[in-house]
């Protein structure tokens, strides 16, 4: 089954729905970013993926079945992506190494979960990257 297959199926099927809203961040080029999204600590994770808008079909980060799966990612971000926490806390943030000028853009999380009833839960957050030109150290997006 294709990623694409699968990321609108999921989007599209979902009964519960449930955008987060939009962050801005603002990172320094060389800099690791922290993208949030939280959701859930409570309900099963079916699947959630990272995408950035404007990107080919592949996924900054895809999570399907317990595990990450960097054959999805797009090359660009290969081996570029980890996960910020455990997601038994809710914490569906991860984290952009070595952030280059073709990172910035707006990025899409989507966390689709079981919820109790057997009804599928769908949430969406959304974060725009600005990069600037100069600097180092370690850039972490806060609050949700």
């Known amino acids: ?79 570029r992506v980890d996960l910020r926490s455990s997601l038994k806390d809710g914490d569906f943030s991860v984290v952009l190494h070595n952030v280059s000028k073709r990172d910035e853009g707006t990025y899409h999380c989507v966390i689709i979960t079981q919820r109790s009833g057997g009804h599928d839960g769908n949430r969406h957050s959304f974060v725009n990257l600005t990069v600037s030109a100069e600097g180092s150290g370690d850039q972490r997006l806060s609050g949700f």
């Open 1 to 79: 089954m294709s990623p694409l297959w699968v990321f609108l199926s999921l989007l599209l099927s979902a009964v519960y729905s449930e955008t987060l809203g939009q962050q801005q961040v603002k990172v320094k080029l060389g800099q690791n970013v922290s993208l949030e999204c939280l959701g859930p600590s409570d309900e099963e994770v079916l699947l959630f993926t990272w995408t950035k808008v404007g990107l080919d079909s592949d996924h900054v980060f895809f999570y399907r079945n317990g595990r990450s799966y960097e054959s999805y990612q797009h090359e660009s971000f290969r081996g």
